[in-house]
C-alpha cells in the first residue's frame, strides 16, 4: 500500500512541520543550546590548565623513572602516590625532589683535561674495565 502527500501547500507545510516536531522530539541531543562569549572562554582557560596539569603529571612519571638515585620500591610508592593523589602526590614530589647542582645542567658535559682523560683510562684499565686493546686505541686516538 503506498501513501500519497496532499497536494495542498498547507497540507504540506502541516506535514513538514509535524515531522520535524517528530525528529526534534527523538532526537537524542536535544535542543540546541546557546553559550556565551564568558562560557566559551572560561571553557577554554579550563581545557588550557587541564592540558597543563595532565603535561605536568606525565612530565613527572618521565621523571621518576629517568632517576637513578630512587630504588625500585621507592619509585613504585611515588608512582602509586600520584595515581591515588594525583594533586597532592604531585605537589609533594615536586617540593621533596632533590635539586640539580647550581652550575650543572644534565645536558652540559663536563670537559676535561688531557691529563684527566689519561688518568681515567689508566683507572678503568686498572679495574679491568676496558681491555688493553681498547686502552691503547683510546690513547692513540687522543693523539699521545
Do not use: N
Amino acid at each position: 500500500m503506498r501513501m500519497t502527500l496532499p497536494i495542498g501547500t498547507a497540507a504540506r507545510r502541516a506535514t513538514i512541520g509535524a515531522l520535524a516536531l517528530l525528529l526534534a522530539a527523538c532526537s537524542p541531543y536535544g535542543p540546541v543550546q546557546t553559550i556565551t562569549w564568558g562560557e566559551m572562554l572560561g571553557a577554554m582557560v579550563a581545557f588550557f590548565v587541564m592540558a597543563a596539569a595532565f603535561t605536568i603529571f606525565i612530565a613527572l612519571f618521565v621523571d621518576i623513572f629517568r632517576r637513578h638515585d630512587l630504588s625500585g620500591g621507592a619509585k613504585a610508592l611515588w608512582v602509586l602516590a600520584l595515581v591515588i593523589l594525583p594533586l597532592i602526590g604531585s605537589l609533594i614530589y615536586i617540593a621533596m625532589r632533590p635539586r640539580q647542582p647550581i652550575g650543572v645542567l644534565p645536558s652540559q658535559k663536563t670537559e676535561m683535561s688531557a691529563d684527566e682523560q689519561f688518568a681515567e683510562l689508566d683507572r678503568l684499565k686498572a679495574t679491568g674495565k676496558i681491555t688493553d686493546a681498547e686502552y691503547e686505541e683510546y690513547r692513540r686516538m687522543a693523539g699521545r
